[in-house]
């Protein structure tokens, strides 16, 4: 199962930035993988833009991954 990166939490994190390619608005979106082994449940979360539908990197959590979509290159 590939590693997902860390999150590294500041303060300058917390409002989203806009899209980097198209300047639009970033929503949150999650998928959940309900993994047979041991009924454990593995939530990734992700950022996608509205307009041009680029995605950001998954996180373990929605606050992770607003911080992963804001520190994108």
């Given at each position: 199962?590939?590693?997902?990166?860390?999150?590294?939490?500041?303060?300058?994190?917390?409002?989203?930035?806009?899209?980097?390619f198209?300047?639009?608005k970033?929503?949150?979106?999650?998928?959940?993988?309900?993994?047979?082994?041991?009924?454990?449940?593995?939530?990734?979360?992700?950022?996608?833009?509205?307009?041009?539908?680029?995605?950001?990197?998954?996180?373990?959590?929605?606050?992770?991954?607003?911080?992963?979509?804001?520190?994108?290159?």
């Amino acid at each position: 199962m590939p590693t997902l990166p860390k999150a590294k939490i500041d303060p300058m994190s917390r409002a989203l930035k806009p899209c980097p390619f198209c300047g639009g608005k970033p929503y949150p979106l999650a998928m959940e993988d309900k993994v047979k082994l041991n009924l454990v449940n593995a939530e990734e979360y992700w950022y996608m833009c509205e307009d041009c539908h680029c995605s950001g990197p998954l996180g373990l959590s929605k606050k992770s991954a607003k911080v992963l979509w804001n520190e994108r290159d």
